[in-house]
C-alpha cells in the first residue's frame, strides 16, 4: 500500500502564501501544512484552516541558539499552536530544517516524544534516529527547498509515479506571490501551487492506487 502526506510548509508567513495554501488543499492534493505562530497572520491563518486539513507546527528557531534554549522555544511555539487553534499540532517540523543542525534533533525529538507527535524525516540517517527514540515519522521524504521551485508539473508527476510503498510525505511551497514577507523563495510559490492543483497530479494518484492522507495516518 502506498499512502501520500502532501504537506504545504509556511502557513501563517504571508497572506498571500496562506491563500495559496488553501487554494492548494481545497483545489488540489495538498493534505496538510504546518505553521508559524510567531508571525502578525499566524491567528488569522490557524482560524481559516478547515478541519479537513491536517495542521502541524512550523518551527522557527534563530541561527545559533543552544539545544536548551532551543528546547524552551520549541514548547513556547507549541503552547502557542495550542492556544491559536484550539488543539495540538498533527505534527512537527522546522523552518529551513532547523531540527537537521548539528546538536539539534535530540531537543526536537525530546520534544516530539513528550507530546506523542510525529516529527519530519529528512532521510534515513534522521528517520532511523527518531525511531530509536520512539518518534513516528514518514518511511520517506521527498522535496527540496532548495529548487526553487521544487514541483513543476513535471518534477511532480515524475515523483509521483516512483512512489516507494509506505507512507511518504511531499514537502511543498504552495502559494501566491508574498505581499508582505521577505523571502527569496516568492513567485515560484505559483509554480508549485499550479502543480499541486493540476487536474493530471489527482488522477494520477487515483490510477496509482496511492491514498492521500494527512499526518494522523502514520
Given at each position: 500500500m502506498r499512502r501520500l502526506v502532501v504537506n504545504a510548509d509556511d502557513l501563517g508567513y504571508d497572506p498571500e502564501i496562506d491563500r495559496g495554501i488553501l487554494e492548494a488543499h481545497a483545489r488540489g492534493i495538498v493534505t496538510s501544512a504546518t505553521a508559524m505562530v510567531?508571525?502578525?497572520?499566524s491567528a488569522a491563518a490557524l482560524r481559516a484552516a478547515p478541519p479537513a486539513l491536517g495542521v502541524g507546527l512550523h518551527v522557527v528557531l534563530d541561527e545559533?541558539?543552544?539545544p536548551a534554549a532551543a528546547g524552551e522555544a520549541i514548547r513556547v511555539q507549541l503552547d502557542r499552536f495550542?492556544?491559536?487553534?484550539?488543539a495540538p499540532p498533527?505534527?512537527?517540523d522546522a523552518h529551513r530544517h532547523a531540527h537537521a543542525r548539528p546538536g539539534m534533533l535530540p531537543v526536537f525529538a525530546a520534544a516530539a516524544a513528550a507530546r506523542g507527535l510525529p516529527l519530519r524525516a529528512i532521510d534515513g540517517a534522521m528517520r532511523r534516529e527518531l525511531r530509536a527514540a520512539g518518534v513516528r515519522t514518514s518511511g520517506a521524504f521527498l522535496g527540496d527547498a532548495a529548487l526553487r521551485p521544487c514541483w513543476t508539473r513535471e518534477r511532480l508527476l515524475a515523483a509521483l509515479a516512483a512512489l516507494p510503498e509506505g507512507t511518504a510525505e511531499l514537502m511543498a511551497h504552495p502559494g501566491h506571490a508574498p505581499s508582505h514577507a521577505r523571502?527569496?523563495?516568492?513567485?515560484?510559490?505559483e509554480v508549485e501551487l499550479e502543480a499541486l492543483c493540476d487536474p493530471e497530479a489527482r488522477r494520477a494518484l487515483a490510477a496509482l492506487g496511492v491514498q492521500l492522507v494527512t499526518w494522523t495516518a502514520i
Open positions: 510567531g508571525t502578525r497572520w545559533g541558539l543552544s495550542e492556544q491559536l487553534r484550539g498533527s505534527h512537527l523571502t527569496s523563495f516568492g513567485i515560484e510559490r
